[in-house]
């Protein structure tokens, strides 16, 4: 059973940084695609970053591009999300999400496994 488990939330002001953290455990990740989505109240799920476990490659939103880094440590089964330059839009609940088919998928339905969420809040 895959289980995903986020951490490193937390509230910061505009402009500083926080890193995210996913362990994940039960599988071999190695043909895994893994994601970070995140939800605002009254908002949709909406994609953030992901990455291609076994080649590295990245993908981000337009809306965080240049600011935030997503990683995976292969010898510590984690994934990370280092954000940069908050924003008070970036304030959310943030989700790790796994994919085990291996397509990069920007919507949530594209990936099987979910984390319970960390919550993130900017303030201004």
């Known amino acids: 059973q895959v289980q995903l488990v986020e951490s490193g939330g937390g509230l910061v002001q505009a402009g500083g940084s926080l890193r995210l953290s996913c362990a994940a455990s039960?599988?071999?990740?190695?043909?895994?695609?893994m994601g970070w989505f995140r939800q605002a109240p009254g908002k949709e799920r909406e994609f953030v970053a992901a990455?291609?476990?076994?080649?590295?490659?990245?993908y981000y939103a337009d809306s965080v591009k240049g600011r935030f880094t997503i990683s995976r440590d292969n010898a510590k089964n984690t994934v990370s999300l280092q954000m940069n330059s908050l924003k008070p839009e970036d304030t959310a609940v943030y989700y790790c999400?796994?994919?085990?088919?291996?397509?990069?998928?920007?919507?949530?339905?594209?990936?099987?496994?979910w984390g319970q969420g960390t919550q993130v809040t900017v303030s201004s």
């Open positions: 990455i291609r476990w076994s080649s590295g490659s990245t």
């Open positions: 039960g599988r071999t990740f190695s043909s895994y695609v």
């Open positions: 999400a796994a994919n085990p088919i291996g397509t990069v998928a920007t919507t949530p339905y594209g990936y099987q496994f």
